[in-house]
């Protein structure tokens, strides 16, 4: 892992930019001493780290005593994009614009993107926990999709945080039942890109035993702001 940057922003939090290898990232650790649990953050559909709503999340997280840390998939953010890349997102804004059905063209684009993303998220990880500013245990907040993935393959997670508003695909899906840590679902109960039954649908089929799901009125980017904190409240049970 190799710093390129780094700043201290107002609240005292360090941001540092960061690669492995072709993998570009953002760290962000709060103003402690002491060695700080992870949060792995990943927005929906594999958009940037640099989306602003995941770096407002992430920046409060790390005032709030977490380190945070994400990274750019494959053919997402900075990195390069392939014809084939380019062409799901041309024929995704095609069909959306023209009020088609878009669920095969999610399906073919973001499963790929899931298979491709893992392993880079699990090397990620090993090298942060190798940082003595970071101390575990871990948690995942976000792309739901890539996080029933992690929480299934990963068993340093330890609690997991998800948003309902991405497209999550078949594979996953059936995953849902393998996922065993604590959960929290937020749910946007107007969100016009997310059937709401197919995300109730998903919540009943998490395994965990402790599962919790917050729905709120409002369309895709309406999450109240209060959900940050209670998020940040979630992982204090279960991280700290």
């Not at 990880?125 to 393959?153: F, H, K, M, N, Q």
């Amino acid at each position: 892992m190799h710093f390129t940057s780094e700043r201290r922003l107002d609240d005292g939090v360090l941001e540092r930019e960061f690669t492995l290898g072709e993998i570009p990232g953002t760290l962000w650790t709060p103003e402690s001493v002491a060695p700080a649990p992870l949060i792995l953050m990943a927005h929906n559909n594999g958009l940037p780290k640099a989306e602003p709503r995941l770096v407002t999340r992430a920046r409060l997280s790390a005032a709030y005593g977490y380190a945070v840390a994400s990274i750019d998939a494959a053919g997402c953010g900075d990195r390069p994009r392939s014809a084939a890349d380019e062409q799901a997102r041309a024929e995704l804004r095609r069909a959306m614009k023209a009020g088609e059905p878009v669920d095969e063209i999610f399906e073919s684009f973001v499963g790929p993107l899931v298979e491709k993303a893992v392993p880079e998220w699990r090397t990620t990880l090993d090298a942060l926990l190798a940082l003595p500013e970071i101390g575990g245990p871990v948690g995942y907040s976000g792309w739901t999709a890539l996080g029933i993935r992690l929480a299934v393959l990963e068993p340093r997670i330890a609690a997991a945080g998800f948003f309902a508003g991405g497209y999550v695909p078949r594979a996953q899906r059936e995953e849902a039942r393998q996922v065993t840590v604590p959960l929290l679902f937020l749910l946007q109960w107007d969100d016009e890109g997310n059937p709401r039954q197919r995300a109730l649908d998903l919540f009943d089929a998490f395994g965990t035993k402790e599962k919790t799901l917050h729905a709120n009125l409002g369309g895709h980017t309406g999450t109240p702001w209060f959900e940050r904190e209670d998020g940040d409240r979630f992982f204090g049970r279960h991280l700290k």
